[in-house]
């Protein structure tokens, strides 16, 4: 038994080395600028579409966050928070900093949302949580109005709340 434990741990040790040596000799050149400091340049977006949409000039559909990503935006001041719930929802508790574009005052308010925000503004939008769809409603308005970077926080309010981030308004 002792014999085909030391066979078998060789047979393993074995399978990593070359699975080691694969990997570095696919990746040698990656590798190689990542120790020396290298960044090789990557090549730019396409100039005649902006990154909201697709080769076919058809709407993206906006990108989702997690928890995680929306509060380092948030913190870092990076993004600016749109909720998509309606203004008695926003009063009684919003994300710090939020602003409030109601999906059902959108097509009415987008013509003053995009005077306040240049279109590369980074944008998380944001409702009730998983359930709620707003936030993607609201988020392909947007990205028709001609915001090149919307993203759609799944979570919402009740995710960021929950995690005792900060907000405004509601009970403490």
């Known amino acids: 038994m002792h014999q085909?434990?030391?066979r078998l741990l060789r047979e393993m040790i074995a399978i990593c080395l070359m699975a080691a040596a694969i990997g570095i000799?696919?990746?040698?050149?990656?590798?190689?600028?990542a120790w020396t400091g290298n960044v090789p340049a990557s090549s730019p977006?396409?100039?005649?579409?902006?990154?909201?949409?697709?080769?076919?000039?058809q709407q993206a559909v906006p990108?989702?966050?997690?928890?995680?990503q929306v509060k380092e935006f948030h913190d870092r001041k990076e993004a600016v928070m749109v909720d998509a719930?309606?203004?008695?929802?926003f009063t009684a508790g919003h994300?710090?900093?939020?602003?409030?574009?109601p999906l059902g005052e959108a097509d009415g308010r987008l013509a003053e949302f995009a005077r306040r925000y240049p279109p590369t503004t980074l944008l998380v939008v944001y409702c009730n949580g998983y359930d709620c769809h707003d936030s993607h409603d609201l988020a392909g308005k947007?990205?028709?109005?001609?915001?090149?970077?919307?993203f759609v926080f799944e979570g919402g309010?009740?995710?960021?709340?929950?995690?005792?981030?900060?907000?405004t308004g509601g009970t403490p």
């Open 4 to 6: 085909s434990t030391n």
């Open 25 to 33: 000799a696919w990746n040698h050149r990656l590798l190689l600028n």
């Open 45 to 57: 977006a396409p100039a005649s579409l902006p990154p909201s949409q697709s080769e076919k000039g």
């Open 63 to 68: 990108l989702p966050l997690g928890l995680m």
């Open 85 to 89: 719930r309606d203004g008695a929802a």
């Open 95 to 101: 994300i710090t900093g939020a602003v409030s574009l």
């Open 142 to 150: 947007l990205i028709t109005a001609g915001f090149t970077t919307v």
């Open 157 to 167: 309010f009740p995710e960021w709340e929950a995690a005792g981030y900060p907000v």
